[in-house]
T-cell receptor
Framework: AQSVTQPDIHITVSEGASLELRCNYS??????LFWYVQSPGQGLQLLLK??????LVQGIKGFEAEFKRSQSSFNLRKPSVHWSDAAEYFC??????????FGAGTILRVKS | GAVVSQHPSRVICKSGTSVKIECRSL??????MFWYRQFPKKSLMLMAT?????????EQGVEKDKFLINHASLTLSTLTVTSAHPEDSSFYIC????????????FGPGTRLTVL
C-alpha cells in the first residue's frame, strides 16, 4: 500500500533562514506527489505538485520541491522563510482511485 | 481557480442529534468528492469517496450508517453525522476533483464539529 512519511513532526527556523521539509513515499510506479499547507482551523492549500517531467517543481509562495526517485523523496524547500509561513505542511501521494494518502504533517514554527 | 465551499464552518450540537455538512464546488463540476476527518494535531484520514448519482464508497473502519454521504449533483455533496456523540467531534474536510485524467483535489475550508 502507498504510504508517506514525514519524519519531522516539528521544525523551528529563524525568519530569513532556509527551510527544508522532508517527505518520503512508498509507491510502485511513478507517483503523483503534492505538498499542501494548512493554517490552524483552515482547509488545505496546494503549494505544488509533481506529475512528471522536470523533477524540480516550483510552487506558490516561493516554495519548491525536488522529486528524487532514487531516494523516494519529495522534499519541500524555501530559501528564505517568512513569519507568515508558520503553519502545518502535508506531503501526499495519489493512491488507487485517485485517493490521496497524506503524511503525518510537519508543523513549522518561525522565530523572529 | 477552482473553489470548494463548506457549510457550516463550525457547528455545536447535543449528543444524539444529527448534523449535516454541505460541500459545494462553486465554479466547476465535481465528478468525485472526498470526505476527510482530521483529529487534533493529526493528519487527514479519508472517510469516503462519493460520485454523483451513486453510493459512496467508505474506507475500512468508517461506519456508513453513522456517516451518511449523498452526492446529489455535480456541485454538491453532503455528509450527515447521525446520532452524533462526543467522539464524533472533529474537523471534517471535503475535497473535489473534476474527473478525467488525474486532476488535483480542491479542498474546502473545513467544518469544526463539536458534540456536547
Amino acid at each position: 500500500a502507498q504510504s508517506v512519511t514525514q519524519p519531522d513532526i516539528h521544525i523551528t527556523v529563524s525568519e530569513g533562514a532556509s527551510l527544508e521539509l522532508r517527505c518520503n513515499y512508498s509507491y510502485g510506479a511513478t507517483p503523483y506527489l503534492f505538498w499542501y499547507v494548512q493554517s490552524p482551523g483552515q482547509g488545505l492549500q496546494l503549494l505544488l505538485k509533481y506529475f512528471s517531467g522536470d523533477t524540480l517543481v516550483q510552487g506558490i509562495k516561493g516554495f519548491e520541491a525536488e522529486f528524487k526517485r532514487s531516494q523516494s523523496s519529495f522534499n519541500l524547500r524555501k530559501p528564505s522563510v517568512h513569519w507568515s509561513d508558520a503553519a502545518e505542511y502535508f506531503c501526499a501521494v495519489v493512491s488507487y482511485g485517485n485517493k490521496l494518502v497524506f503524511g503525518a504533517g510537519t508543523i513549522l514554527r518561525v522565530k523572529s | 481557480g477552482a473553489v470548494v465551499s463548506q457549510h457550516p464552518s463550525r457547528v455545536i450540537c447535543k449528543s444524539g442529534t444529527s448534523v449535516k455538512i454541505e460541500c459545494r464546488s462553486l465554479d466547476f463540476q465535481a465528478t468525485t468528492m472526498f470526505w476527510y476527518r482530521q483529529f487534533p494535531k493529526k493528519s487527514l484520514m479519508l472517510m469516503a469517496t462519493s460520485n454523483e448519482g451513486s453510493k459512496a464508497t467508505y474506507e475500512q473502519g468508517v461506519e456508513k450508517d453513522k456517516f451518511l454521504i449523498n452526492h446529489a449533483s455535480l456541485t454538491l455533496s453532503t455528509l450527515t453525522v447521525t446520532s452524533a456523540h462526543p467522539e464524533d467531534s472533529s474537523f471534517y474536510i471535503c475535497s473535489a476533483d473534476q474527473g478525467g485524467a488525474y486532476n488535483e483535489q480542491f479542498f474546502g475550508p473545513g467544518t469544526r464539529l463539536t458534540v456536547l
